[in-house]
C-alpha cells in the first residue's frame, strides 16, 4: 500500500465575530412588553444541517487541490469547526488515492482505507489497473477547475493560444519573442507522471493536439505542485518559466506575488469563465463510492447530499464552481 501523505490546507478563513449584549430591565412591578422581550433565533435558509456525528463521518481520500472541500464538507455535515476539519483532512494525492480506493479498500471495511473520495481524473495507466482488477466504483462530477498557466509577473506575454501551448511544450517554440515577448529562452516546467494536473494537462491539451511533448528533466518536473508554483515564481530570477496548475489551487490555496495567470484564446480564467466554460481548459472533478455501498451507509448518505441545494452551497462555499444535478433520463 502507498504511503499515505498529509498535506496542509491553504484555505483561506474569514474569522467570524460574535458580539454579546447585555439585557437589563427595571424593576418597577409591571411585566416587560413584547417589544422589552429578546428576539426569537430564526436559523438561516442557508445553515447546513448537520446529519452525522464526527465519528461517523466517512474516510476521505483524494487530490490536493480538493482539501479545502473536504474539509468544508465534514465542518457541514458534522457542525464540526472548520478549523479543525482542516486539520483532520489527509489525502494521498490523486493517482494513490485512486488505486488505494480502487485496488486495496472496501466498501465495508472499518478498520483502513478511504470510503468517500474526492477527487481529479485518474491518470490513464491508473484507470486501466482499475479496469484489469475489475475495480466496480460509483462517480459523478460535482464540480468544475480548470488547467491554469502561470508566468512570473514580469513577463510581458498576457495570453498563449492552445495551439501556441502545444508548441511551447513540444519544444516547436523555444523563445517568448516567438508568441510576443523577450527574446528569452523559454523554460517550461511539468509535473509527475502521476499528478492530477499532469493528467489534465495531457488530456485538455497536448492530447487533443498531434500528442507530442517533449521530456522534462527532474529539475523542471518538481514533485508537488507547490514545487511547480515556486519554481515558476523563483527561476533564475527571470522572466523566462512558465509552468500550470488547477486554477482553485493556485488561486486558492498556493498563490505567489510573483506569478500571474495567462489568458488562453483570449479568455482569462476566473469562477465566472469557468461556470460558463468560456475558458477552454475546463475540466470536473467527482466525488466517488464504491458501488456496493449501502443506502444509510455514511459514505453514500455524503455521497446523495452533495447532489442537493445545501451540498451544492457547500462546494460553493468553499470556492469552487459546483455543476447543477441533470435529471436522469
Given at each position: 500500500m502507498k504511503e499515505m501523505i498529509s498535506r496542509r490546507s491553504f484555505l483561506r478563513v474569514m474569522g467570524l465575530g460574535f458580539g454579546a449584549a447585555m439585557l437589563t430591565a427595571c424593576k418597577t412591578g409591571t411585566t416587560d412588553s413584547p417589544a422589552d422581550s429578546p428576539a426569537t433565533s430564526v436559523p438561516d435558509a442557508d445553515t447546513p444541517v448537520p446529519f452525522l456525528t464526527e465519528d461517523e463521518f466517512p474516510r476521505l481520500d483524494g487530490s490536493t487541490a480538493c482539501i479545502p472541500l473536504m474539509a468544508q464538507m465534514k465542518a457541514d455535515v458534522t457542525g464540526m469547526d472548520?478549523?479543525?476539519?482542516?486539520?483532520?483532512?489527509?489525502?494521498?494525492?490523486?493517482?494513490?488515492?485512486?488505486?488505494?480506493?480502487?485496488?486495496?479498500?472496501?466498501?465495508?471495511?472499518?478498520?483502513?482505507?478511504?470510503?468517500?473520495?474526492?477527487?481529479?481524473?485518474?491518470?490513464?495507466?491508473?484507470?486501466?489497473?482499475?479496469?484489469?482488477?475489475?475495480?466496480?466504483?460509483?462517480?459523478?462530477?460535482?464540480?468544475?477547475?480548470?488547467?491554469?498557466?502561470?508566468?512570473?509577473?514580469?513577463?510581458?506575454?498576457?495570453?498563449?493560444?492552445?495551439?501556441?501551448?502545444?508548441?511551447?511544450?513540444?519544444?516547436?517554440?523555444?523563445?517568448?519573442?516567438?508568441?510576443?515577448?523577450?527574446?528569452?529562452?523559454?523554460?517550461?516546467?511539468?509535473?509527475?507522471?502521476?499528478?492530477?494536473?499532469q493528467t489534465l494537462f495531457k488530456k485538455l491539451l497536448i492530447d487533443k493536439g498531434d500528442g507530442q511533448l517533449m521530456a522534462a528533466p527532474t529539475e523542471l518536473a518538481p514533485a508537488d505542485m507547490g514545487g511547480l508554483v515556486d519554481s515558476v515564481?523563483?527561476?533564475?530570477?527571470?522572466?523566462?518559466?512558465i509552468g500550470f496548475s488547477v486554477y482553485y489551487y493556485i488561486d486558492q490555496m498556493y498563490s505567489k506575488p510573483g506569478l500571474r495567470l495567462l489568458a488562453v484564446d483570449g479568455v482569462t480564467p476566473g469562477n465566472d469563465t469557468i461556470a460558463d466554460e468560456s475558458y477552454p481548459l475546463c475540466n470536473e472533478f467527482y466525488a466517488v463510492v464504491h458501488a456496493d455501498a449501502a443506502p444509510d451507509s455514511p459514505q453514500r448518505k455524503v455521497y446523495d447530499w452533495l447532489d442537493t441545494d445545501e451540498g451544492r452551497r457547500c462546494i460553493e462555499k468553499a470556492g469552487y464552481v459546483a455543476l447543477s444535478v441533470t435529471p436522469q433520463a
Open positions: 472548520l478549523l479543525e476539519a482542516q486539520t483532520s483532512i489527509t489525502v494521498s494525492t490523486t493517482a494513490y488515492a485512486w488505486e488505494n480506493f480502487g485496488l486495496w479498500s472496501r466498501s465495508d471495511s472499518e478498520d483502513y482505507g478511504a470510503q468517500l473520495l474526492i477527487v481529479y481524473e485518474a491518470p490513464e495507466y491508473v484507470k486501466e489497473e482499475l479496469a484489469e482488477a475489475g475495480a466496480k466504483l460509483e462517480q459523478k462530477a460535482i464540480g468544475r477547475d480548470a488547467l491554469v498557466f502561470i508566468v512570473n509577473k514580469e513577463n510581458p506575454v498576457q495570453s498563449l493560444t492552445q495551439q501556441q501551448l502545444r508548441d511551447i511544450y513540444a519544444g516547436r517554440i523555444t523563445s517568448w519573442k516567438d508568441v510576443g515577448g523577450a527574446d528569452s529562452p523559454i523554460v517550461a516546467f511539468q509535473r509527475g507522471v502521476d499528478s492530477g494536473s515564481a523563483e527561476y533564475n530570477n527571470s522572466a523566462n518559466a
